[in-house]
Every structure is written in structure tokens, then in C-alpha cells.
């Protein structure tokens, strides 16, 4: 079956500690995405990658990195600097970038910091 | 800038209609697009729409496109309890996805 895992489901970290969240999709995709939710916010991009070894930021970067060391993995770090990193975080991927190419979502982790 | 907007509720009676509207501000996306995400879950591309077309019709769903108002609106016939989810419109803005608030249809039996 093909598709898009991320894992873990649910993650409680302690403020101050780096985290890093998995994403892996076998659909041969090039391009992969990171989406913020927030409830009565809708989705913001966080950081995307069209290609291995190459990715950009979205609309809310800050205190966010990424690597694209594999074409099938694109994991994301909050990292301690983040300022309200507790979100529910959206993995995606498509055939490519550009326009008309669907976007197929992972079923997202929850992030929770106290 | 590009912005989306929709109504964040939206609540029917199983079996009647339902009517998610959504507007949005580039005039140059290509494809708008309706996402489903049920509860706890990721997002499920329902339908979309080119840009050059008016109405798109799939099943139970009916996508309406009103180029000059930048109106985009998602029409459920014979609303079903399954249905009930967070539905969001997304523009297509240069291969990035801007998507809007997320409207929440709760459906009573």
C-alpha cells in the first residue's frame, strides 16, 4: 500500500527540548510539505522540498528545520526555539510542485509542550 | 497577499443540503481545490475545480465557481452523518497551497 506515515500519533515534550517529527512516503514523490494546524487557523506551510538535499521556507519558518537526506523521508525539529510549538503538524507530498499536482496528507502528530 | 476565507460552522439536518462557501483573492489560481479532514486524521482531497470551468459536479458533490466574485462554494446533497468533518477550500498558489480556515459541518441526525 502506498502512502504517507508519520509517527509518532501523539508527542508530549517538556519546553526547552528539541523535537523532531517523522515523516516517510513511499508514492516515489519528489516534493514533500510541512503544514502547521491550529484550530480556526486552517493549515500554514511551514517548509517544503521539491527535490533531495533542497528545500525552502513556507509562511512560519522560525524556530522550524528540516532535512531531505532521502527522497521518501522529510523530518521536521521544533526546536526550543519555537514559540508556541503545540499544534497538530501535517505531513504532505506530491508528484512534484507546481500547479495541479494533488497533495497527498499523512495522518498528522499531535504536539503537545508543557 | 493571498487569502482564503470560509465560515468556520456549519450545521445540518441528515438528509438536507449542505452549503460550504469560501472566498479567496488571486485571481490566478489555476485550481481551487475541497479537502475533508475527519477527526484526529489528515487531510482527503474530495474534489477540485479548474479554473476555467463553472461547475463541477461528482457524485453527491456539486463545486461551484464564480470567477468575478472569487466565490468557490462546496454543495453535499443527501447529507450524511459521515459527513460530518472540517472541510477546507485551498487555492493553488504557484504549486504552494493556501488554504483557508476550515469550515466544521456538523450533521444531526
Known amino acids: 500500500d502506498g502512502g504517507i506515515t508519520q509517527s509518532p500519533k501523539y508527542l508530549f515534550r517538556k519546553e526547552g527540548q528539541n523535537v523532531t517529527l517523522s515523516c516517510e512516503q513511499n508514492?516515489?514523490?519528489?516534493?514533500m510539505y510541512w503544514y502547521r494546524q491550529d484550530p480556526g487557523q486552517g493549515l500554514r506551510l511551514i517548509y517544503y522540498s521539491q527535490i533531495v538535499n533542497d528545500f525552502q521556507k513556507g509562511d512560519i519558518a522560525e524556530g522550524y528545520s528540516v532535512s531531505r537526506e532521502k527522497k521518501e523521508s522529510f523530518p521536521l525539529t521544533v526546536t526550543s526555539a519555537q514559540k508556541n510549538p503545540t499544534a497538530f503538524y501535517l505531513c504532505?507530498?506530491?508528484?512534484?510542485?507546481?500547479?495541479?499536482?494533488?497533495?497527498?496528507f499523512g495522518p498528522g502528530t499531535r504536539l503537545t509542550v508543557t | 497577499g493571498e487569502d482564503v476565507e470560509q465560515s468556520l460552522f456549519l450545521s445540518v439536518r441528515e438528509g438536507d443540503s449542505s452549503v460550504i462557501n469560501c472566498t479567496y483573492t488571486?485571481?490566478?489560481?489555476?485550481?481551487l481545490y475541497w479537502y475533508k479532514q475527519e477527526p484526529g486524521a489528515g487531510l482527503q482531497l474530495l474534489t477540485y475545480?479548474?479554473?476555467?470551468?463553472d461547475m463541477k459536479q461528482d457524485q453527491r458533490l456539486t463545486v461551484l465557481l464564480n470567477k468575478k466574485d472569487k466565490h468557490l462554494s462546496l454543495r453535499i446533497a443527501d447529507t450524511q452523518t459521515g459527513d460530518s468533518a472540517i472541510y477546507f477550500c485551498?487555492?493553488?498558489?504557484?504549486?504552494?497551497?493556501?488554504f483557508g480556515q476550515g469550515t466544521e459541518l456538523s450533521v444531526k441526525p
Open positions: 488571486d485571481s490566478s489560481s489555476t485550481y
Open positions: 508514492l516515489n514523490h519528489d516534493a
Open positions: 475545480i479548474f479554473s476555467n470551468m
Open positions: 504532505a507530498s506530491s508528484l512534484m510542485t507546481g500547479v495541479g499536482y494533488e497533495q497527498y
Open positions: 485551498a487555492e493553488d498558489g504557484e504549486g504552494k497551497l493556501i
